[in-house]
């Protein structure tokens, strides 16, 4: 653990002198972004050769499935929901230099691109098959590539991961997740499939995701669930209400997508922020101009909390979600270097039971307009 302690150290003192702009701004100056091993550089970098010794992260179980206590949501790595196409040389590299910072968990789908971020993980990331965790999905019909509604029929996912396979260049995907639940298939019937999936080698560990409490527990009793992949931070927080109880319960890890909010938390935007058509979070009531009017003023709770640690509010969101329950592992998606080392850095930040109740007592006593009801966490979404 040499390594981790080097870096915590460096990026801790980066920390100490505040905000998300200074963090980067001294980053590039002392080379925080290297502090990690002597090997390191960011993206974009032109490396002759792969670097095989990689940082030793701290761990956390997925039920019986270990990976690093922060993962990479690849979603963004390919055009789609967020932003235009990146460089594919560079996200390459970045997901590369992922391996060598410590991180073992990487998120794609099948329907991210469609296929596009599963191509691109599949590149990246063979040299080190064996060594690391590559969780994928299916549940969607895609047709000419465009998404065309749910479809989680046996017959289609044993269809699909033929695909899934291939473009990740994988002989068995470590874990399967059912993206989302089609109302015409009982999940006893997804799970009979994923089933003869792993009998035939062709999968590890499977989940779920935006599910209720009774479909969580009617898929474990026909085949154990490693981890479930729902939104869940310090804005949305509807997993609480007997979802996260009931992952404790059968011992089934959890997943949070969405660790910043769609980087709401990070304190990326602004009373004034607007989103062209194209963006997600155009369509959604908590990004709209009311939404904004409401909600910005709970930013104060995340800026005071995150002053106080001496950390960035993005690395703040993520601690909180990590002080929560030990089998959460959150999987923050960035295609920035820079964002890496401050999301890895939230592992440094230590929240007290007290502290945590104060900010439990503050985040509650906030209306936040355009957030899920509590009652849909007893609906599959």
């Not at 033929?162 to 993206?179: K, N, P, T, V, W």
């Not at 669930?225 to 804005?235: D, G, H, I, M, R």
């Not at 104060?358 to 307009?369: D, G, P, V």
């Amino acid at each position: 653990m040499e390594h981790w302690d080097r870096f915590k150290k460096s990026t801790m003192e980066q920390q100490n002198k505040n905000p998300r702009r200074e963090f980067f701004k001294n980053a590039a100056l002392t080379g925080v972004g290297l502090a990690v091993s002597p090997t390191l550089s960011f993206a974009g970098s032109q490396e002759e050769t792969l670097q095989t010794s990689a940082l030793n992260l701290p761990t956390r179980k997925l039920g019986s499935l270990e990976v690093s206590a922060i993962g990479l949501g690849c979603m963004n790595m390919v055009a789609g929901t967020y932003n235009p196409n990146p460089d594919k040389k560079e996200m390459i590299a970045h997901l590369r230099k992922a391996v060598e910072r410590g991180v073992t968990f990487f998120d794609t789908a099948e329907v991210y691109g469609p296929y596009g971020s599963e191509e691109l993980v599949g590149e990246a990331l063979q040299p080190f098959e064996g060594k690391i965790t590559i969780a994928s999905k299916f549940g969607f019909e895609i047709q000419n590539g465009k998404r065309m509604g749910r479809n989680a029929r046996p017959e289609s996912i044993k269809k699909v991961i033929e695909g899934s396979l291939q473009r990740l260049r994988l002989e068995a995907i470590d874990l399967y997740y059912l993206h989302r639940m089609d109302p015409t298939v009982p999940v006893e019937e997804v799970a009979g499939a994923v089933k003869d999936l792993i009998q035939a080698g062709k999968v590890r560990h499977w989940g779920l995701s935006e599910v209720s409490p009774e479909t969580l527990k009617k898929a474990h009793a026909e085949l154990p669930v490693t981890a479930l992949q729902s939104e869940y931070n310090l804005a949305e927080r509807v997993v609480e209400n007997q979802i996260l109880a009931t992952c404790e319960s059968l011992g089934i890890g959890f997943v949070p997508w969405g660790p910043t909010h769609r980087a709401f938390l990070a304190g990326r935007f602004n009373e004034y922020s607007r989103f062209d058509s194209q963006d997600r979070r155009s369509q959604l009531a908590f990004f709209s101009a009311e939404g904004f009017a409401q909600n910005m003023p709970f930013m104060a709770i995340i800026r005071k909390w995150a002053n106080q640690k001496g950390v960035t509010q993005a690395q703040f969101a993520i601690a909180w979600l990590l002080a929560q329950k030990p089998f959460i592992v959150p999987i923050p998606g960035t295609t920035s270097q820079q964002h890496l080392t401050e999301n890895l850095g939230a592992l440094s930040v230590k929240l007290t039971s007290s502290e945590l109740a104060e900010i439990r007592a503050e985040i509650e006593a906030f209306n936040l307009l355009g957030v899920r009801t509590k009652d849909s966490a007893f609906v599959d979404q």
